[in-house]
């Protein structure tokens, strides 16, 4: 029989569905008092960015770059934008399933399952969509990454758009120095402990073997896989807060950014995107209020212990704070002072 990656993601099925993280769903009880008092023991691990709108501003090494996580997946959203606004891709543009899966490898915390059943493709074996001729829409694939950090969605975007379209979006929108990672290749260099071409990698039977077979190597706890994340692609608050407040003028981008999220009274919009990987938490997220005011933040923390992994959750509830109350700023600014 022709083997074909499909055949490999069902042969790993769960391993290769496994997480790189520990699940939070358990959180330990805290509050955003807890991670005031981790930020100012742990000033030297964060980065930020925080602006009000009203005349509050946080800056706090601003222009250390700190690993990223998912946070970056407004790069290629932004690019998106940019190429539907050029005419060079359609929202219904119809892309197959298997063409997108291509790029899945598991080890995304359950993302890629999760894009499968919000839109509604059967997936028998919990992994991998059962018809890989299904048809999605290329905004699907976009919404996929927005929602739910489908890394597989985001790699076929970078190849879909080009890089240089990606690079030249990330600049027009305030982050000319932004990373455009492969996130299959940086997984793979996990795994495999060394860098391998993408490319190759979809096209090479052995080298897909070769992966197979690293699995029950990796590294299973929370603290054997930090090592890898350190060292993953990195970015400035400073860039990330400037993409971000500008993406609030780009309906696209701002409408896939602010899809099903509460807002408060007198605000119109919240956007967020964040990004986790087993040390790191990343926040990117705004406010924009009804009198055309625009709040903005990006907070990049790295070295988090597991425990503190688990309140993850306090952490984008307080930077999402900093931006709606000037004591809860003031509160922030003075922890990393």
């Known amino acids: 029989m022709l083997l074909t990656r499909r055949h490999l993601l069902c042969a790993w099925g769960a391993a290769g569905a496994a997480t790189l993280l520990p699940a939070t769903t358990a959180q330990a009880r805290t509050g955003p008092d807890d991670w005031l008092a981790w930020f100012r023991a742990n000033r030297r691990h964060v980065a930020a960015v925080v602006d009000d709108g009203r005349g509050g501003r946080v800056a706090h090494r601003p222009h250390e770059p700190q690993p990223l996580a998912s946070a970056v997946k407004v790069v ?184 099903g999220r509460p807002t408060p009274p007198g605000v119109v919009g919240v956007g967020f995107k964040g990004g986790s990987l087993a040390g790191i938490l990343t926040v990117g997220t705004t406010v924009r209020w009804a009198d055309g005011r625009v709040g903005s933040a990006a907070v990049l923390v790295r070295e988090v212990d597991e425990q503190r992994f688990a309140t993850s959750g306090e952490l984008v509830s307080l930077v999402q704070q900093t931006l709606l109350d000037p004591a809860a700023l003031r509160r922030f600014q003075v922890s990393l002072s």
């Open 76 to 259: 290629h959203l932004a690019g998106y934008s940019a190429a539907l606004r050029a005419g060079l891709v359609r929202a219904d543009e119809p892309v197959r399933v298997g063409d997108w899966e291509q790029y899945y490898l598991g080890l995304d915390g359950g993302a890629h399952p999760a894009s499968l059943r919000a839109l509604g493709i059967r997936s028998t074996n919990g992994v991998t969509a059962d018809d890989p001729d299904h048809l999605v829409t290329l905004d699907d694939l976009v919404s996929s990454m927005i929602r739910f950090s489908d890394n597989a969605a985001t790699d076929f975007l970078r190849y879909r758009l080009g890089e240089g379209l990606l690079r030249a979006a990330a600049a027009r929108h305030g982050w000319p120095t932004a990373p455009v990672p492969e996130i299959l290749g940086e997984v793979l260099a996990f795994i495999l402990g060394r860098r391998v071409d993408v490319r190759r990698y979809l096209e090479d039977p052995r080298l897909q073997l070769e992966v197979v077979g690293k699995f029950p190597d990796l590294p299973a706890t929370y603290d054997g896989q930090r090592p890898w994340a350190r060292t993953t692609w990195a970015g400035t608050a400073a860039g990330l807060n400037r993409a971000h407040r500008s993406l609030t003028s780009d309906e696209v981008a701002r409408t896939h950014l602010e899809r």
